[in-house]
């Protein structure tokens, strides 16, 4: 099993990024996906997830509204597409893979990517 998250970079404040993670391994089509994030100095909070199908979405009060989580099944690719980014969005984001319906407690994930760094600065 593998997920593999791209698309970080530095932005700045305002900017947009579009974070993709392509899944390999298990039926990708058949799990929630859901994106969670690390800030530096603090503990890792969920973002958003989607449904095996891709027709619902739940996100974090923090990021609705300015994230969008989207999938395609036929890449095995989730996306999260992140505009008016802020200094607090500044963190490691994460894709994770679980074969139940979404939840928003990492520990109930089964697969996790290895991460890709989102910094946002004036």
């Known amino acids: 099993v593998q997920l593999q998250a791209c698309g970080g970079g530095l932005v700045q404040i305002g900017g947009f990024l579009r974070l993709s993670c392509v899944a390999s391994g298990f039926t990708f089509s058949t799990y929630t996906m859901a994106w969670f994030r690390q800030a530096p100095g603090k503990e890792r909070e969920f973002v958003s997830a989607?449904?095996?199908?891709?027709?619902?979405?739940f996100s974090a009060g923090s990021v609705r509204g300015r994230f969008t989580i989207s999938r395609d099944n036929a890449k095995n690719t989730v996306y999260l597409q992140m505009n008016s980014l802020k200094a607090e969005d500044t963190a490691v984001y994460f894709c994770?893979?679980?074969?139940?319906?979404?939840?928003?407690?990492?520990?109930?994930?089964?697969?996790w990517g290895q991460g890709t760094k989102v910094t946002v600065s004036s």
């Open positions: 994770a893979a679980r074969p139940h319906r979404w939840i928003n407690r990492d520990e109930l994930y089964e697969y």
């Open positions: 989607i449904n095996f199908s891709g027709d619902s979405t």
